[in-house]
C-alpha cells in the first residue's frame, strides 16, 4: 500500500506534464478484443478482426541468453529501482540471466506501435488495439508458451483472448488486468448506488460534484450504459458505434457535462477531489478507492449491474528481435508469482499469475482486486480502440473511429 | 643529426607557414567586415532558421495534410480542412476565444498588480528592502510549476484554505474552474510583469519626478503623465510574457480549472490521444498567428522600439 501511495505522488509530475489524459489513457488503454470471454464475444471479435496475420513461427527453444534486452512498457511495468530504490524488479532479472535490459516507456498505444516498428525493441507490453494492430503488421510473431514455464499459472481467463491471440495461435503473455468502478462519498451519496444511472440520468442530484474520466475512451462507458437502458439503439460492443448510436452515447455525455464537477486523468487529483468533496461520485479505479480509504476519505465503490469498463495487457516478442531468448525469459519473470505481485501491487491491478495471490505483501490483495474472480470480470469490456470496422462485426455500417471519437470528446467538453 | 636538423627546419617553416596563413586569413577578415560578420553570425542564424523558423514553417505545413484513419500515417496531400474546421467548428471557436480571453485577463490582472509593486521596488524602497523585494519576487520561479499548480489546487478546494478564510465575511472561494484559473496563472506569471517593469522604472531618473512635482503636478498626476508613459515600453514586454504564457498554459487548467478545456488541451488531444497531429497542428497554428497579429500591433504603439 506504501508502495503505491508513492506511485500516485511521485508519477503525479510525470503524468501531469507528461499530457494526463494521455498518459493516462495510455496507461490503462491496455485492453482489446470484445468484452467478456462469452463465446458470443469472442466469435464477435474473431469477424470484427477480418484480418490474417502474416505468417510466423514461434521459438522453438531457448538458447543462450543474447546480454541484452530492449523493453517497450507502461510506466510502472518494468520498474529497476530509478522511481523508487525499493521497487526493483528489472535489476534481479538482469543479475539472474546476464540480459542487460534497456527500457522506454510509452505514453500511448500509438508511440507503442511506431516504438516497435522500428524494430528496435524486443518486448512490448501492448494493450489490446495496439496488440492487434502489431499482430496484423506481423511486427510481433506467435510465442511458444512452453517456453514460458509460468504461463501455466496464469489464469485461465485471460489465457488464448482475442487481444492476445489470433485463430488460435497465442501471441503474448498475459500481465494484469482491472476495472473501472464507481467510486462514491457515503456521506453525501444515500443510498448507495448500484447502476451507472447515478452519473448519467440521475446526476442531477449531485450537480456540479459529478466526476468522470477525462479521455475520449470514457464515450464506451456512456455507451455501455445505453447498451443496457435502451436496447432500442442496438449496441452489442461499447466500442462499436454507428452514427445513430455514437450521437446517442455524445449527447448523454453533453448532459452529464452539466453536472460535472470536474473531469480526471491524474488519479491524485481524484483522490483530493473525494477528500475535499468536491467530487461526490463519479468512475474510479480499485487503487484510487484504496489510496482514497486509507486517507481517510468517506468512500466506497460498486461494481454497477450495468457491468463496466476495463483493461487487460499483454507480453509480446518483436519478429525482428536479436533477442529472443532473453525477451523469453523476461516474460517469464514478469509472470512469475513474486514479481507479477510486486507490479500488480506497485500498479494497482488484478495479476495474472493465480500463485502471485500468495505473494502479495497485502494478503487480501486478490481479494480486494477480484484476481480470480471469472464472473466479475465477465462483466467488463475491456478497454479497445475504435475503428471504422465495427468491432461487433457488422458489415452493412461503419463506426467512428476512435479520431471522431477525440473531436466528440473535446466537443462533449466544450 | 643532420636529419633531425632538417626536421626541426621543416616543421618552423610548417609553423611560420601555418602562422602566416592565420595571419592572411586574420588580414583577409580585416579588410572583409561582411564576411567577418556573416562568419560570426552563422552559428546563431542557424538556429534561428533552422530549428526556429524551420520547425514553425513543419508545423504550418503539417496542418495542410491529414492523417489516415486506418493506418494512422499522415497523408501528404495538401488540404485546407484543418484549418477551416478550426475556424468554422463552434467548439474549437468558443474555446479560442475562451483561451484568448484568459490571457487577457491574466495580462490585465498582472499589469494593474505588478505597476504599483515595481514603482515601490524601483522608486521607494531602500536598496537594502530592495534586493530583499527582487529576491522575494523570484523565489516562487524557484518551486516548480506543478507544485505551485497543486498547492492551488489544494487552498481552492472545498474546506480548503480559502474558503475558510473567506467563511467569516460570508464567503466562498471561486471553487475549480475559470476563475480559478485566471487566479493561478496570474500568480504564475506575475514576476515576468513585475521584473520587466522594475528594469524599465530602474532606469527611470528620479530627476524627472522631481522635475515633475517642481512643475506642481501632484502624486497621481506624476503617475499618469510621466511614469506610465515611460513605463508602458516595459509593461508591454512584460504583456507579452504573460499573455503568451497563459495562451499556451494547458496544465494549469486541467488542475484546478474543473472542467473547462483551454486551445492547449485540444492540441494536446489531438496530437496525443487521437493521433491526429494535422489537426493539432492548425490548432497550434492559432496562438501563433495570435502572437504575430499581437506584436504587429504592439509594433504599430511603437513600444518595440523603446524595449
Redesign the interface.
Known amino acids: 500500500m506504501t508502495g503505491m501511495l508513492t506511485t500516485g505522488t511521485r508519477t ?2 510525470i503524468r ?2 507528461a ?4 498518459a493516462m ?1 495510455a496507461l490503462a488503454a491496455c485492453g482489446s478484443g470484445s468484452s467478456a470471454g462469452t463465446t458470443s464475444g469472442t466469435g464477435a471479435t474473431k469477424a470484427a478482426q477480418g484480418f490474417t496475420p502474416p505468417k510466423l513461427s514461434a521459438l522453438s527453444k531457448l538458447g543462450a541468453p543474447e546480454k541484452q534486452l530492449n523493453i517497450v512498457a507502461w510506466a510502472g511495468y518494468a520498474e529497476d529501482g530509478s522511481t523508487d530504490p525499493t521497487v526493483d524488479w528489472v535489476t534481479p532479472f538482469e543479475k539472474e540471466t546476464g540480459c542487460q535490459v534497456n527500457v522506454k516507456t510509452a ?2 498505444s ?1 508511440d507503442m ?1 511506431n516504438l516497435m516498428k522500428t524494430g528496435q525493441y524486443d518486448v512490448v507490453s501492448a494493450s489490446g488495439d495496439a496488440s492487434l494492430r502489431l499482430i496484423a503488421g506481423g511486427t510481433v510473431e506467435p510465442i511458444n508458451t512452453d517456453l514460458v514455464p509460468n504461463y501455466a499459472d496464469v489464469f485461465d481467463g485471460l489465457k488464448m483472448k482475442p487481444w492476445n491471440s489470433v485463430g488460435g495461435v497465442a501471441y503474448g503473455i498475459p500481465h494484469g488486468r482491472g476495472a473501472n468502478l464507481l467510486m462514491y462519498n457515503t456521506d453525501v451519496v444515500k443510498p448507495a448506488p448500484t447502476s451507472w444511472s447515478a452519473v448519467f440520468d440521475k446526476a442531477s442530484a449531485y450537480k456540479g460534484k459529478v466526476t468522470a474520466y ?3 475512451i470514457y464515450i464506451a462507458d456512456a455507451a455501455l450504459y445505453l447498451m443496457k437502458t435502451k436496447p432500442a439503439l442496438g449496441i452489442k460492443n461499447p466500442y462499436a458505434l454507428d452514427d445513430k448510436q455514437f450521437a446517442a452515447a455524445v449527447d448523454l455525455l453533453k448532459a452529464q ?1 452539466a453536472d ?4 480526471w ?2 488519479y491524485t ?1 481524484e483522490i ?2 473525494f477528500k ?3 467530487s461526490v461520485i463519479g468512475t474510479s479505479w480499485q487503487i484510487i478507492v484504496n489510496l482514497a480509504q486509507a486517507d481517510k476519505a468517506k468512500v466506497a465503490v460498486v461494481l454497477p449491474s450495468e457491468g463496466s469498463t476495463g483493461w487487460s495487457d499483454t507480453w509480446m516478442v518483436a519478429t525482428k528481435s536479436q533477442h529472443k531468448t532473453c525477451a523469453y525469459k523476461w516474460m517469464d519473470h514478469i509472470i512469475s508469482p513474486k514479481v507479477n505481485a510486486q507490479v500488480a501491487e506497485w500498479f494497482g491491478e488484478a495479476p495474472a499469475n493465480s500463485k502471485s495471490c500468495a505473494e502479495t505483501t497485502d494478503k487480501s490483495f486478490c481479494d480486494t482486486f477480484h484476481a480470480a474472480d471469472e464472473t466479475f470480470f465477465d462483466q467488463i469490456w475491456y478497454w479497445n480502440t475504435p ?2 470496422q465495427c468491432l461487433d462485426g457488422r458489415k452493412n455500417v461503419t463506426c467512428k ?3 471522431a ?3 466528440a ?3 462533449i ?2 | 643529426m643532420d636529419h633531425g636538423l632538417a626536421a626541426d627546419q621543416g616543421l618552423s617553416m610548417l609553423v611560420a607557414r601555418g602562422r602566416g596563413a592565420v595571419r592572411r586569413l586574420s588580414a583577409f577578415l580585416h579588410r572583409h567586415p561582411r564576411v567577418r560578420l556573416a562568419l560570426l553570425l552563422a552559428a546563431p542564424l542557424v538556429v534561428l532558421l533552422v530549428v526556429y523558423l524551420g520547425s514553425l514553417g513543419a508545423l504550418l505545413l503539417t496542418a495542410l495534410w491529414s492523417t489516415d484513419v486506418f493506418t494512422g500515417l499522415l497523408v501528404h496531400t495538401v488540404t485546407l480542412d484543418n484549418l477551416s474546421t478550426v475556424v468554422t467548428d463552434a467548439t474549437y471557436r468558443t474555446v479560442i476565444l475562451r483561451t484568448v480571453g484568459v490571457a487577457m485577463a491574466v495580462t490585465v490582472i498582472c499589469a494593474v498588480l505588478a505597476l504599483p509593486m515595481a514603482f515601490f521596488m524601483a522608486k521607494v524602497a531602500s536598496p537594502r528592502t530592495r534586493r530583499f523585494l527582487v529576491v522575494a519576487v523570484l523565489t516562487p520561479l524557484w518551486a516548480s510549476y506543478l507544485v505551485k499548480a497543486y498547492a492551488w489546487r489544494e487552498m481552492l478546494a472545498g474546506h480548503g484554505v480559502i474558503d475558510w478564510a473567506l467563511a467569516p465575511i460570508g464567503l466562498r472561494g471561486p471553487g475549480f474552474g475559470l476563475p480559478a484559473t485566471v487566479l493561478v496563472l496570474t500568480y504564475l506569471w506575475l514576476p515576468f510583469m513585475v521584473l520587466p517593469i522594475f528594469a524599465g522604472l530602474e532606469r527611470l531618473p528620479d530627476s524627472l519626478l522631481d522635475a515633475s512635482g517642481d512643475l506642481g503636478a501632484k502624486a497621481w498626476r506624476t503617475v499618469r503623465s510621466v511614469v506610465i508613459p515611460l513605463a508602458f515600453p516595459a509593461v508591454v514586454a512584460g504583456a507579452i510574457f504573460t499573455f503568451s504564457l497563459s495562451l499556451g498554459d494547458y496544465i494549469t487548467v486541467q488542475i484546478v480549472g474543473g472542467k473547462t478545456q483551454l486551445l492547449g488541451n485540444l492540441i494536446q488531444g489531438n496530437s496525443g490521444a487521437a493521433n491526429n497531429l494535422p489537426l493539432a497542428a492548425a490548432l497550434a497554428a492559432v496562438p501563433v498567428l495570435l502572437m504575430v497579429v499581437l506584436l504587429l500591433g504592439v509594433r504599430r504603439t511603437g513600444a518595440l522600439d523603446n524595449l
Open positions: 503525479r509530475g501531469a506534464v499530457v494526463a489524459a494521455t489513457m505514453p500511448t500509438d506501435v477525462d479521455s475520449p457535462n460535472i464537477g470536474e473531469y486523468s491524474d487529483k483530493s477531489a475535499s468533496g468536491d475503428i471504422t473511429d476512435y479520431g471519437w477525440t473531436t470528446w473535446q466537443q467538453k466544450g
